[in-house]
């Protein structure tokens, strides 16, 4: 049921983008993504909901495709700010629960 | 708010010991995970809760973990008798129920590292 990240680790330079997905096996009600940094706890980023509503509050953009039971997160001209372990978490229906994917670690070097 | 407060930050304790994890959601927060975190098996959820209902705990590893949730402002988990194997940093999340879906952010807790020797 935990929903599966790729790539688990990605090195970029600064100014580089890349690209974070998040898949899974059943149906998605809504896409959680968060931001971990060595630590400290996940922080939120974003929210996609099932039927395209999207609601975040940073420069960082994600899709989310109900067909394909898949989310992306994009992350354009990578500051070293951006560094830090990026978590999928899914809900399969309205319920509560929320399950998270193993995690992908992004290093932004200068 | 102070936003999601968790204690101890920090816990040795000798295998075998009970140990108590403590948490305080944000308030008026109606749902309250807890997390387990550890490198190999990464962010695990153990239980949560709904109006300090547990309403899974479908990730507790053993029965010697328990949680409870006796009001709105309170959570613990116990584990009971400790074991090396459970060392790791346990969270605490909260996170409302709005709009008819739970499409609002979880806001977790600093954590509990926890360490078993």
């Known amino acids: 049921q935990q929903p599966v990240q790729s790539p688990q680790a990605v090195i970029l330079r600064e100014g580089e983008d890349a690209v974070i997905n998040c898949s899974s096996s059943?149906?998605?009600?809504?896409v959680h993504w968060y931001r971990q940094k060595h630590g400290e706890a996940p922080v939120f980023l974003m929210i996609?909901?099932?039927?395209?509503e999207q609601k975040g509050h940073e420069k960082i953009s994600a899709s989310f495709n109900e067909k394909k039971q898949q989310s992306s997160l994009y992350l354009t001209a990578s500051q070293l700010s951006y560094s830090g372990t990026y978590f999928c978490g899914t809900f399969y229906n309205q319920g509560g629960k929320l399950i998270f994917g193993q995690g992908t670690e992004l290093s932004v070097k200068p | 708010d102070a936003g999601v407060i968790q204690s101890p930050r920090h816990e040795v304790t000798e295998m075998g010991q009970e140990v108590t994890l403590r948490c305080k959601p944000i308030?008026?927060?109606?749902?309250l995970f807890w997390y387990r975190q550890t490198m190999m098996r990464g962010l695990e959820l153990l239980i949560y809760f709904n109006n300090n209902v547990p309403i899974d705990d479908s990730g507790m590893p053993e029965d010697r973990f328990s949680a409870k949730m006796p009001n709105a402002s309170f959570s613990t988990l116990k584990i009971q008798p400790s074991e090396p194997r459970d060392s790791a940093v346990y969270f605490c999340a909260s996170s409302l129920y709005s709009r008819g879906a739970l499409n609002t952010e979880a806001f977790f807790g600093q954590g509990t590292r926890l360490t078993v020797v």
């Open positions: 308030s008026g927060h109606d749902y």
């Open positions: 996609l909901l099932k039927g395209g």
């Open positions: 059943k149906a998605l009600y809504s």
